[in-house]
């Protein structure tokens, strides 16, 4: 890099206009990080070629690129781009941007409306989209950082597409800070350990790469060059501990897992406030305590599953860094419940029973026969129905006839399965009995 550029010290950026503003893309081709998008072979390329765009979602985190492909798009299909933000607009200045739609449709030009934050929208306001979508005066293109399953109205959804965008890789910020040297004809002055740590600061996102950059310029003085801890000194922020793409990261969950699959809190606790201080996605924890709740605790305690979703939704409402306290108290109480893997080996035993007798039907007896042709097939016939017999269990066999009947789940005798033990155990012996009665010559039949 000190063959491409002068070192002898950092060239100041023009007052005013920050660098990612600077370095904005002027085509999509140049856009980073999302050539799954805007490559030659990407989804918007292909819009593009095709002459027709529709209404779209951007879904994906801060810096990776939404409100600048946006705006591409429109310069690229000669719309009219308009942007607004849901958090500092109301109804009546979407009644405003709707009407100045329609005076250009009128006019013979679409508008593309780029709406930033498109899930802090209500409802009713999510709603108000719809008619200028259908009718054309607008395709709308909403910017979420949150999921828009849970976010967005469902009659939304179903007219846009979904679009996600990715954070950016250690190879997409790299890009980015080699043209960022090219523009301010300097090198960064950070050494090889200080530049894939600025990197990891950055976490993905674009726009921070350059604004971290940008302070490393301004703070250095000529012929000066930053190690990992002088580039910490002077942005005042830690660099992730690992990279949560690479072995740190996998090597930290599944400490967590096993220690809390080893019923050690302490344990759990600690790898888990490793992960907070590296700056591990929170909500990728709380994804990770209820995988923990199902796969290793199950039934032995089914209030393990309802915690470890409490936490995810306390978290949600409470934010960072108050709603990381809700994970911990989660993380505990897996910890030191009972622990059952019978349901998960339970699935993975039916999941391959399913795949080897998939083909076969159900017994007769247990499907419903709405049509006279299915009746006279005897569909249905020789059914009981459970509620009617004593004890409501009427002991039938449900599985398909040429299979016979198979045993998946095996409660341990610990926490809450004891109880379902010991129910199984009943049914089963009065299963025993009442085949046994059935088979008698004197017992009549059903």
């Known amino acids: 890099m000190a063959d491409l550029f002068n070192t002898d010290g950092p060239k100041a950026p023009p007052p005013g206009q920050p660098l990612a503003d600077r370095m904005r893309p002027k085509t999509l081709a140049e856009v980073v990080g999302q050539e799954h ?4 072979d990407g989804a918007l390329t292909r819009l593009i070629a095709s002459g027709s765009l529709g209404s779209m979602i951007f879904w994906g985190p801060p810096g990776t690129g939404k409100t600048t492909v946006a705006r591409l798009l429109a310069g690229e299909t000669k719309l009219a781009f308009e942007q607004i933000s849901a958090i500092f607009t109301g109804v009546a200045d979407l009644k405003k941007v709707f009407e ?3 005076l250009r449709r009128a006019n013979g030009r679409q508008t593309l409306l780029f709406v930033d934050e498109i899930h802090r929208f209500n409802r009713a306001q999510q709603d108000s989209f719809l008619p200028v979508m259908e009718d054309g005066t607008v395709i709308l293109v909403g910017a979420t950082t949150e999921n828009p399953s849970f976010e967005l109205n469902a009659a939304l959804l179903s007219r846009a597409r979904v679009l996600v965008f990715h954070s950016l890789g250690e190879d997409s910020i790299e890009k980015l800070l080699t043209r960022a040297e090219a523009m301010q004809a300097s090198a960064l002055p950070l050494d090889a350990e200080a530049r894939a740590v600025l990197a990891r600061m950055a976490d993905g996102d674009g726009r921070a790469s350059l604004t971290l950059a940008e302070e490393v310029w301004r703070a250095a003085k000529p012929g000066e060059v930053f190690d990992a801890e002088g580039l910490q000194r002077i942005v005042q922020r830690r660099a992730p501990i690992y990279d949560k793409g690479q072995d740190g990261h996998y090597n930290l969950i599944s400490a967590l897992h096993k220690s809390v699959r080893g019923s050690d809190p302490d344990a759990a606790l600690y790898y888990l406030c490793r992960m907070f201080d590296a700056g591990e996605d929170p909500l990728y924890l709380g994804r990770r305590l209820v995988r923990m709740a ?3 605790i199950g039934l032995a305690d089914p209030q393990a599953l309802v915690v470890a979703n409490a936490a995810k939704d306390a978290y949600d409402y409470l934010g960072s860094p ?3 306290l809700a994970f911990a108290q989660a993380c505990v109480y897996l910890a030191t419940a009972p622990k059952s893997n019978a349901v998960y080996t339970a699935f993975k035993a039916a999941t391959r029973a399913a795949k080897e007798h998939g083909s076969l039907l159900p017994p007769k007896h ?4 709405p049509t006279k042709l299915m009746k006279e097939e005897d569909y249905g016939s020789g ?3 459970d509620h009617d017999e004593p004890d409501a269990f009427s002991g039938q066999d449900y599985f ?4 016979g009947r198979r045993t998946f789940y095996d409660p341990p005798e610990r926490g809450f399965e004891r109880d379902i033990r010991k129910r199984l155990d009943y049914w089963s012996k009065l299963r025993r009995e009442r085949r046994h009665r059935s088979a008698s010559p004197d017992c009549p039949k059903t």
């Open 383 to 385: 059914y009981r129905y």
């Open 37 to 40: 998008l805007t490559g030659s």
């Open 322 to 324: 108050e709603g990381e």
């Open 100 to 102: 100045a739609a329609r």
């Open 400 to 403: 398909p006839e040429k299979m």
């Open 294 to 296: 199902v796969e290793d």
């Open 366 to 369: 247990i499907l419903n026969a």
